[in-house]
């Protein structure tokens, strides 16, 4: 089983990147993906989540009107498109997967993890 994060890297404030997280070795529609991230000298938090059953989809307030979630079912791929990125979104970004058709809160218990990708925004 393996999710493994990518697109992260340095950016300026007020741009753009992609993450991806790639699944395998588990069945990819029956499971809710989230992301999660973890700035420095803070906890580790939620951020948003994609239903690869409905594409139903949730964010966090930190992140809403700037963050979007998207599933590819075919390429086993959830993508994070982040816009207007700003210092405080500098973080390890993680996705996260957790057996189910929906979304269920970011307390859920998750079955997998990746191991992140690091997001730097700075000028």
């Known amino acids: 089983v393996q999710l493994v994060e990518s697109g992260g890297g340095l950016v300026q404030p007020g741009g753009s990147l992609r993450l991806s997280c790639a699944a395998s070795g588990f069945t990819f529609d029956d499971h809710t993906i989230y992301w999660f991230r973890q700035a420095p000298g803070a906890e580790r938090a939620g951020i948003s989540c994609i239903s690869t059953h409905d594409n139903s989809t949730t964010y966090a307030d930190s992140v809403k009107g700037r963050f979007t979630v998207s599933s590819d079912n075919a390429k086993n791929t959830v993508y994070l498109h982040m816009n207007n990125l700003g210092p405080e979104d500098t973080a390890v970004y993680y996705c996260?997967?957790?057996?189910?058709?929906?979304?269920?809160?970011?307390?859920?218990?998750?079955?997998?993890w990746g191991k992140g990708t690091l997001v730097t925004v700075s000028s």
């Open positions: 996260a997967a957790n057996w189910g058709w929906y979304c269920s809160g970011y307390g859920s218990p998750m079955d997998y």
